[in-house]
Nanobody, 124 residues
Framework: QVHLVESGGELVTIRNSLKLSCAAS????????VGWFRQAPGKEREFVAS????????HYAEDVKGRFTIFRENAKNTVLLLMTSLKPEDTALYSC?????????????????WGQGTQVTVSS
């Protein structure tokens, strides 16, 4: 059992940057592969980015490639998402998820633990 807490979400204006954090506690062996997902009101949850424990396998959703960067600081049991060139379309509740395996899947059903999410709002 691993407990995940996201932080860093806030209200920003278009073209700004923001860094989100996902901090794990408890059974950190379950904090292997980690993914970020987001959900906007009235829309289904969608994949954003994922990373394996060693940082050697990384995936991004097509609409965030070149703008978002996922990385991790394992000594701090933390995975981060650096977001740049933010657009109003990026507005959503961002959640991190952890898998007991080290496969950085793009599918939410492959993850075992979820945080409560942090809200990102981008205004024009």
């Amino acid at each position: 059992q691993v407990h995940l807490v996201e932080s860093g979400g806030e209200l920003v204006t278009i073209r700004n940057s923001l860094k989100l954090s996902c901090a794990a506690s408890g059974r950190t062996l379950d904090f292997a592969a980690v993914g970020w997902f987001r959900q906007a009101p009235g829309k289904e949850r969608e994949f954003v980015a994922s990373i394996n424990w060693g940082g050697t396998a990384i995936h991004y959703a097509e609409d965030v490639k070149g703008r978002f960067t996922i990385f991790r600081e394992n000594a701090k049991n933390t995975v981060l998402l650096l977001m740049t060139s933010l657009k109003p379309e990026d507005t959503a509740l961002y959640s991190c998820a952890a898998s007991r395996s080290d496969l950085p899947s793009t599918m939410e059903d492959d993850y075992d633990y979820w945080g409560q999410g942090t809200q990102v709002t981008v205004s024009s």
